[in-house]
């Protein structure tokens, strides 16, 4: 059995075929129309036919059994994904996990925490102690003498309280862009499922999207057009004797799925450029112009998606109100819009405006300047237990632990990231992988006998967007038990 979805053919898969949801496919140009079966042939005229509602209408048996059977699916294959991850993460033994964690901590400490400050505080301290150590008498002092110890205020007020008062300011910017990032998600999904399944129609009144059909002046304009690209002879076509044409209501929702995965991927893009906010970029002139290209980059991309695709996702919404959408649907769909800019200027805002830059000055120098300064201190404790060795280890100690603050300040200073960070948020996971695959899944969901989807990026050309969406917590053992079941 086959079906008519206005300008697209997709195939309805019979009982003895495989029920399971497929994959979605779309371009951007539509395709051209399939001759209608002669099942079909009675109610091709009718515009409340069934084939324009298959998978609209919320009561139609055979779409709402495959959507159950999608569903109930997917839970038997996350109840055994659920059970092989409890039975991973089960460690009986408590030292084994012990030594895990401590192996971890150091390794990720290595890693991510040392830095060029770190080996620059540590060689500053050492030779300071040692200068120290051989300047000074190695006799004994009385109590009135000083014996070379400094006080720790300094070291606590210079250092430590401004980098836990920056590592505070910095971890709230990164709540705040989680919510943002949060908001945008949801307020995308919830327009996707609006302009994809919202139904206007009521019971032996109105027909809602399954009487909706083109509109005969909207076609011969249409025809115009491709006429003039394709230079005809101008002969029209009298578009007043056709039979009533259905809205493809699979292509509308995948124009609109279109614009979503295009704004995803651009605001992607614009969250993971380089920071242009560090001192650098201040105090120099060849600072300055790593700066403005970074700045003039991201404005660009970010204002194409800001106003371009915004305009888009709001023009799709007028078309459903010029095919009798109500307007309090209409303006509820409106203030998801809202969000999903709000959201999209907020983490903006984070992205471009840091914490204090004086306070990360302070932070900077002083975590390299004062372990030296304390150098009498290490190497008076070198002299009182007559060892130099140890006193240049309290003392590169002391700066290994300054240093790595202030590299913990630094990596929670921009919450954007490509790819892995300690505390980072990676937006190409969140909005190339995870986002994606929830539109995916909500399209599967409303047309389950639409085509296999494709993104395309030039419509002419029909090339495809050849971006890698494959997450990196994609699990292999996870997808062979999937496959095994």
Not at 299 to 318: C, D, H, P, Y
Request: hydrophobic content about 40%; aromatic content about 10%.
């Amino acid at each position: 059995m086959h079906a008519s979805y206005g300008f697209r053919s997709a195939k309805i898969m019979s009982d003895g075929e495989n029920n399971s949801m497929k994959n979605v496919v779309f371009e951007e140009a539509a395709s051209p129309p399939s001759p209608p079966s002669s099942e079909a042939d009675s109610s091709a005229t009718s515009p409340l036919s069934t084939t324009t509602a298959i998978s609209t209408s919320p009561y139609l048996h055979k779409v709402t059994t495959r959507r159950h059977e999608f569903l109930h699916e997917s839970q038997t294959n996350n109840n055994l994904l659920e059970s092989n991850a409890l039975k991973i993460s089960s460690h009986k033994s408590k030292v084994f996990v012990f030594l895990w964690d401590l192996y971890s901590a150091f390794r990720l400490f290595g890693v991510l925490l040392i830095s060029m400050e770190t080996f620059v505080g540590c060689a500053l301290t050492i030779g300071a102690t040692l200068l120290a150590y051989y300047m000074s008498p190695k006799v004994a002092v009385s109590e009135e003498q000083w014996d070379g110890t400094l006080p720790t205020i300094l070291l606590s007020f210079a250092t430590v309280t401004p980098l836990i008062q920056s590592i505070s300011m910095a971890f709230n910017r990164r709540e705040a862009a989680l919510r943002g990032l949060a908001s945008y998600r949801s307020a995308m999904y919830h327009i996707y499922m609006a302009q994809a399944s919202w139904d206007w129609g009521e019971c032996g009144k109105k027909g809602g999207r399954r009487s909706c059909v083109e509109n005969t002046d909207d076609l011969k304009s249409v025809q115009e057009v491709e006429e003039v690209k394709e230079g005809g002879d101008g002969i029209e076509e009298d578009t007043t004797t056709l039979p009533p044409k259905p809205i493809d209501w699979i292509n509308h929702a995948d124009n609109l799925l279109c614009q979503l995965i295009h704004l995803s991927d651009s605001l992607s893009h614009y969250l993971a450029l380089p920071t242009a906010s560090r001192t650098h970029h201040r105090a120099t002139k060849l600072g300055e112009r790593e700066a403005k290209t970074l700045v003039f980059t991201g404005r660009k991309i970010f204002a194409l998606n800001a106003a371009g695709r915004i305009f888009m996702i709001s023009q799709l919404t007028e078309a459903l109100k010029y095919r009798g959408l109500p307007g309090n649907e209409a303006s509820r769909i409106r203030q998801w819009e809202q969000y999903l800019s709000v959201s999209m200027e907020n983490m903006r805002l984070i992205k471009e405006y840091r914490t204090p830059q004086s306070l990360r000055l302070f932070g900077r120098v002083f975590t390299l300047l004062l372990p030296p300064i304390y150098a009498t201190s290490f190497a008076q404790i070198a002299i009182d237990t007559e060892s130099i060795v140890f006193g240049c280890i309290i003392g590169a100690v002391t700066s290994l632990a300054l240093t790595s603050l202030f590299e913990a300040v630094r990596q929670l200073e921009d919450p954007f990231a490509r790819g892995f960070t300690f505390d980072g948020i990676d937006v190409t996971e969140e909005l190339q992988v995870l986002a994606y695959e929830e539109l995916m899944v909500a399209r599967s969901m409303v047309f389950p006998d639409a085509e296999e989807f494709v993104l395309k990026e030039d419509t002419k050309a029909k090339k495809a967007v050849g971006l890698d969406r494959k997450s990196r917590h994609y699990c292999e053992d996870c997808a062979r038990i999937i496959k095994a079941s």
